[in-house]
């Protein structure tokens, strides 16, 4: 696998183009400011009462609507909702997209579920940062980065993985590295550790063992610092050195029951239903069910959500917080 770094990028291929925002969010602003402390020239498209125009104009980027950022840019970024993708791609970017244009992505599900298909004579990446939108700012303002993937999907101009690159260094990424990819295989993973590790399956973890401890008689507010509050600590010594590094920071009595039970915990039907979470993902299975799901209102997530924010754990961690533990 090719890993791209700033000294191997020649960002003079962004420098005389302008870069149109379809967003303003999680990823959207982060971007934008990272680009124009980079020296890029960017621009903003937003939908008419979007409640991001007036964070957008205060931080000086000239806000437009999304088919006048289209018209005048040369790349432009999808920034917003995967959900929403399809439909204003189709109503407010297609029909003024010139060709030899270069669209890119920060996640690759649109392309790769086939939300959007852009006509053949558009330039399509993929410039993927690996972290959340905050992360991104913050490093780039240390003076280092977060590590980023790219993907090409279509290059008729013949440049697309220049621009790509350019837009990963201007962002920071390539302080850390850019790994070369590709739209399925990006979307696939991220989708599977989404759902299996970073939130599904961490969140399942946390909430049963904290339901094991109370319901044997122990206090909810320890079984909260056991179960959730020590999860960063164990994530950054993870995150710093992988799993033997950990291991060699904590105790030896953690240490062994990590040995001991991890694999009681998580067993072969773990194993088994993470096969069967990826398969659903490789068949579209899950793009279909999520897709349905947010043109219905998205009445499962809110009601999973709702359920959630009652359950005991989150009424500990509120709790402690109001106490000025957390």
């Known amino acids: 696998m090719k890993i791209f770094k700033d000294a191997q990028i020649d960002l003079t291929c962004l420098q005389s183009k302008t870069i149109a925002m379809i967003g303003y969010g ?8 990272n680009l124009r402390d ?87 990446f993929l410039l993927a940062p690996k972290a959340q939108g905050r992360g991104v700012r913050n490093r780039y303002l240390e003076g280092s980065g977060v590590p980023g993937l790219v993907a090409i999907h279509q290059n008729p101009s013949g440049d697309t993985l220049d621009i790509a690159l350019a837009y990963g260094k201007a962002i920071g990424c390539g302080r850390a590295g850019i790994l070369e990819t590709t739209f399925a295989q ?70 062994f029951g990590d040995i001991l039970k991890g694999q009681t915990v998580i067993d072969a039907h773990v194993k088994a239903s993470m096969q069967q979470v990826l398969n659903e993902i490789q068949s579209g299975r899950f793009s279909a069910l999520f897709l349905e799901e947010a043109q219905a209102g998205y009445p499962l997530a809110r ?20 106490q000025k533990i957390l």
């Open 303 to 322: 009601s999973r959500f709702y359920e959630d924010f009652e359950h005991p754990i989150e009424e500990t961690g509120r709790w402690l917080r109001q």
């Open 186 to 255: 990006e979307t696939e993973t991220d989708l599977f550790s989404e759902q299996t590790i970073l939130c599904g399956g961490l969140t399942q973890l946390i909430k049963t063992g904290f339901e094991v401890l109370v319901e044997a008689g122990y206090s909810p507010e320890v079984a909260y610092f056991e179960c959730l509050y020590e999860v960063k600590l164990i994530a950054d010594l993870l995150q710093e050195g992988g799993i033997s590094y950990m291991r060699e920071k904590i105790s030896s009595t953690a240490r």
């Open 26 to 33: 999680n990823q959207g602003r982060p971007h934008a400011l």
């Open 38 to 124: 980079s020296g890029l020239q960017v621009t903003v498209g937003l939908r008419p009462g979007s409640s991001k125009r007036q964070t957008a104009e205060q931080e000086d980027f000239s806000v437009l609507t999304i088919p006048e950022a289209v018209s005048k840019s040369d790349v432009l970024m999808m920034m917003v909702p995967d959900d929403q993708m399809g439909q204003i791609y189709a109503s407010e970017i297609a029909p003024y997209l010139k060709p030899g244009s270069y669209l890119g992505f920060c996640h690759g599900m649109a392309i790769h579920a086939g939300w959007v298909v852009p006509d053949a004579g558009v330039n399509v």
